[in-house]
């Protein structure tokens, strides 16, 4: 049992990814158990698509995936505040239309400038959490350890803007900055997790854990921690399957956090925990 | 020193191209229960906005203790209709009144010895202390006002303003808020209260605001409510805003 537990630890590879998984267990969960509450699913899903065309440039340029996060987080989730701001056609379909255009516009792009061996199509829309470098872990970790600080230290102003974004206003929060602040983490989170889950994956890491936790933990704050739990138990879970069944790891990640989703669904009415 | 809290002059609020307050004047003395009524669209929340700082007034003032609006508002606490709330979080009354207190600066998430004690006064001031860790999305529209009554106190508003409190409430639930609204006019505060609900009026409130994108009158329940004030509150009336457009607002 031991062995088989201890095995995939005696390639390097799977320690670098094993890292990666953790961190992006607890941080994606973490801000998803905000991003369920608002209603904020299809804007992950917006800003994970979105983000392409900024990482190919950043390539272009000869910049890291942790290079350009920065530049991306910040440019796809002013782009969007602004846009839901001023749209007159309604929220969902603002994102929409920014979404497909953000993504068409990444993959001319990527076939443009043929950076089929820096950038691989397939690795970015399902993930390749088996192939990222030294560098690559490093990145994920400090683009999810910016995360965590972020909601840890501003907890309470991005709780009440989410609750009650009016009487906020009122008490003289800057409710806008920080609702922007949210937006550049949460775009931070989804672009770190891209090369473990990729794209069109990310939202089962973001969305997936944290509804599970909600289903049983009656209470906000102890549904975060358990949604993180549930985010670590997912990737790793995923990655032994990867390892030990050849399945993609991705896609295999995915399916584990699904299945914790449906294991708490099941038990919802019985167990209710603190 | 003016012993008046709330004194509107001649406000005048326009949104879009759309005129929503038009020479809108009153006065609120401290420590007083006011109604404000109206039909729908007829301004109540826009008012509530405009005292609140948080839409510009095109023309007019409104005062807060001597000072304008513009200048800062700390002093107020706002209970915007539930539907403006976010009830899918799972939040205890403990968390919600704790929210109260939040400030710009960041915090470490955990409350301290000191915050736990304002938040218990304050929902023991409006009788939810025994409710204290259970889940406000779960409890009774009454209660939930109750809670959101114990946020802005948590807060250390002196001026509470509650927008359609009474709203899905129903009557047990309802006499429960005034009861609480009462106690805290007592202990000093001013409290304004949008309601639909005029039935009562006079045994609840010391006085009333009629509102129908002007004012149309304000004072003693038992005196305001004459029959023209009726018809021009809830009546047909197209005619009376023919003089009343943007940059006009009814001075011919």
Redesign the interface.
């Known amino acids: 049992m031991f062995e088989t537990l201890l095995e995939p630890f005696s390639y390097s590879f799977m320690i670098r990814s094993f890292l990666i998984s953790i961190f992006v267990g607890i941080s994606l969960p973490m801000i998803g158990s905000f991003v ?4 904020l699913g299809f804007m992950g899903d917006a800003i994970a698509h979105a983000s392409l065309p900024v990482l190919v440039i950043g390539a272009v340029l000869g910049a890291s995936v942790f290079l350009s996060a920065i530049p991306a987080a910040i440019i796809i989730a002013v782009t969007l505040s602004y846009i839901i701001s001023r749209s007159t056609v309604g929220e969902d379909t603002a994102i929409g239309i920014v979404f497909s255009t953000f993504f068409a516009f990444g993959i001319i792009l990527l076939k443009r400038y043929n950076l089929a061996t820096t950038l691989n199509i397939e690795d970015i829309l399902f993930g390749q959490i088996l192939g990222v470098s030294r560098g690559d872990v490093i990145s994920t970790i400090i683009l999810s350890l910016i995360t965590i600080s972020t909601v ?6 991005i ?2 803007l ?13 409710t806008k900055l920080y609702d922007n602040l949210f937006l550049v983490v949460l775009s931070l989170a989804v672009i770190g997790a891209l090369q473990s889950v990729g794209i069109i994956l990310v939202l089962s890491m973001l969305i997936t854990p944290a509804a599970a936790a ?1 289903l049983i ?5 102890n ?1 975060i921690l358990v949604s993180s739990i549930f985010g670590i138990l997912a990737s790793i879970s995923g990655l032994y399957l990867s390892f030990y069944l050849n399945l993609p790891s991705g896609p295999a990640m995915a399916l584990s956090s699904s299945a914790i989703f449906v294991i708490c669904w099941l038990f919802r009415r019985s167990v209710r925990l603190i | 020193m003016v012993n008046n809290t709330i004194i509107s002059n001649s406000c005048c609020v326009e949104i879009g191209e759309t005129l929503i307050l038009d020479d809108v004047s009153f006065s609120i003395n401290k420590n007083s229960l006011i109604a404000v009524v109206g039909p729908n669209g007829g301004g109540k929340t826009t008012l509530f906005n405009a005292i ?3 839409i510009p007034i095109t023309k007019g003032s409104i005062e807060i203790n001597g000072q304008d609006v513009t200048k ?3 002093n ?5 209709q539930n539907e ?3 009830w ?5 009354a403990r ?2 009144v ?3 207190i ?3 600066f ?4 955990f409350i301290s010895k000191n915050k736990n004690n304002l938040i218990e006064e304050c929902l023991n001031d409006v009788g939810l202390y025994d409710q204290i860790d259970n ?1 406000v999305d779960e409890m009774s529209g009454g209660q939930k006002q109750r809670v ?1 009554l114990a ?2 106190l948590a ?1 250390g508003a002196n001026i509470l303003l509650l927008d359609e409190a009474f709203s899905g409430v129903d009557i047990g639930s309802q006499i429960s808020l005034i009861e609480v609204l009462r106690k805290l006019k007592d202990s000093g505060k001013t409290i304004m209260i949008a309601t639909h609900d005029i039935n009562n009026i006079a045994d609840r409130f010391d006085e009333v605001l009629c509102l129908n994108r002007h004012c149309c009158a304000y004072g003693d329940p038992l005196k305001v409510f004459t029959q023209d004030v009726l018809s021009e509150l809830y009546g047909n009336h197209g005619t009376m805003f023919q003089n009343h457009k943007l940059g006009s607002h009814g001075e011919n």
């Open positions: 369920i509450n608002r209603n840890l230290i501003f907890y309470k102003q709780l009440y989410s609750f009650d974004p009016i009487g906020a206003q009122v008490t003289g929060l800057k909600k933990i009656k209470n906000f704050q549904a | 609140t700082g948080l800062g508002n700390g107020i606490g706002y209970v915007p403006n709330l976010n899918n979080f799972p939040l205890t968390q919600v704790g929210l109260g939040t400030k710009n960041p915090s470490i998430p889940r959101l946020k802005i807060q």
